[in-house]
């Protein structure tokens, strides 16, 4: 299944299927970027992250692929368990304008369900 | 490694008291920590960064004497929802940065504090 995150905030996929989250950002400067998920009730939890010279990375399970052309980010979970079930945001991060250093900008998130 | 706790997890407060909700890393020093607020199925949104020692940088919007941000050590970071009203209910999350290797800017996640205002 494939979600396109802003405009669809829920996905739904069978166990077992492989799943596809999308996001779209808004910085071009941004240089780093990190997929989140979060449990209801608990705090965002790392998935993988990715620079802006890369365009893909793999991790156990997920892959990150990244479209500077476009400004698109998306994760990609393979066989997909019930314990993926989550909301899923990705995260951008930014130089501040202010007061030095840098900042993440969450995307509005995608709730996964996945379906037994 | 790399372990943030959050204390309490839950409070639940009278309208108009302070609540003071802490953020400590358990095995390394943060140069710097982030809060963030986050309302129900919606995103996390940046309050403030605080770097230890120096006064904390406020978000847009972000009212700095409403939310008090302590910085005093390496490990701790505090935030007082000072007269809190039940427009101040939330999921409050704070996060920290190591700032020492790549990618410097790697944050890490408390679990979170649920404040419900009454």
């Known amino acids: 299944g494939e979600s396109v995150g802003l405009h669809l905030p829920t996905l739904s996929v069978q166990e077992g299927d492989n799943s596809i989250i999308n996001c779209a950002y808004s910085?071009?400067?941004?240089?780093?970027f990190i997929w989140y998920k979060q449990e209801s009730g608990k705090g965002p939890q790392f998935i993988i992250d990715?620079?802006?010279?890369?365009d893909k990375r793999q991790g156990q399970r997920v892959t990150v692929l990244l479209n500077k052309t476009v400004k698109h980010l998306s994760l990609q979970i393979a066989a997909t368990q019930p314990g993926d079930s989550a909301v899923y945001f990705c995260?951008?991060?930014?130089?501040?304008?202010?007061?030095?250093?840098?900042?993440?900008?969450f995307g509005t998130g995608t709730q996964l369900k996945v379906e037994l | 490694g790399a372990v943030v706790s959050q204390h309490p997890s839950r409070v639940i407060c009278k309208s108009g008291t302070s609540v003071k909700i802490e953020c400590r890393s358990l095995?390394?020093?943060?140069?710097?920590m982030f809060w963030y607020r986050q309302f129900p199925k919606k995103s996390l949104m940046l309050m403030a960064t605080s770097n230890e020692g120096s006064k904390a940088t406020y978000e847009q919007g972000v009212e700095k004497d409403k939310f008090l941000i302590n910085h005093a050590s390496l490990t701790l970071s505090t935030l007082t929802v000072t007269s809190a009203h039940p427009e101040d209910s939330s999921f409050y999350i704070c996060?920290?940065?190591?700032?020492?290797?790549?990618?410097?800017?790697?944050?890490?996640f408390g679990p979170g504090t649920r404040l419900t205002v009454l």
């Open positions: 095995d390394f020093q943060a140069t710097t």
């Open positions: 995260a951008e991060n930014i130089k501040k304008l202010t007061g030095g250093g840098n900042k993440l900008t």
């Open positions: 910085n071009s400067a941004s240089d780093y």
């Open positions: 996060s920290a940065s190591r700032g020492t290797r790549p990618p410097y800017n790697e944050q890490f």
């Open positions: 990715i620079r802006s010279n890369m």
